[in-house]
Nanobody, 123 residues
Framework: QVQLVESGGGLVQAGDSLRLSCTAS????????MGWFRQAPEKEREFVAA????????NSADSVKGRFTISRDNAKSTVYLQMNSLKPEDTAVYYC????????????????WGRGTQVTVSS
């Protein structure tokens, strides 16, 4: 059974930075793509960023391009989301997930999910 534990969320002001971490256990980490998703109040969960098993390929949503960076350390079984220039509209619960595939941006392809970490950005 795969377990994912996110950390690093919090309350910040607009323009600040945060780094989220997600540590996985229970699976050969480097074989699978990882992703970050978020869900704001009264909105559907949406894709934020994804990274391939090796870390060589990444992709992110247009709304965060140039501000958020996804990375991973397979030796530590950890994926990161560096979030810079945060905006109030980035306020959401952020989830990390493990894909069934090597690299994917589609929610349906993600098999295991963490419990989420709250990010709140005040204006």
């Amino acid at each position: 059974q795969v377990q994912l534990v996110e950390s690093g969320g919090g309350l910040v002001q607009a323009g600040d930075s945060l780094r989220l971490s997600c540590t996985a256990s229970g699976r050969t980490f480097f074989s699978y793509g990882m992703g970050w998703f978020r869900q704001a109040p009264e909105k559907e969960r949406e894709f934020v960023a994804a990274i391939s098993g090796s870390g060589g390929s990444t992709n992110s949503a247009d709304s965060v391009k140039g501000r958020f960076t996804i990375s991973r350390d397979n030796a530590k079984s950890t994926v990161y989301l560096q979030m810079n220039s945060l905006k109030p509209e980035d306020t959401a619960v952020y989830y990390c997930a493990v894909s069934r595939y090597y690299f994917s941006m589609t929610q349906d392809s993600y098999q295991y999910w963490g419990r989420g970490t709250q990010v709140t950005v005040s204006s």
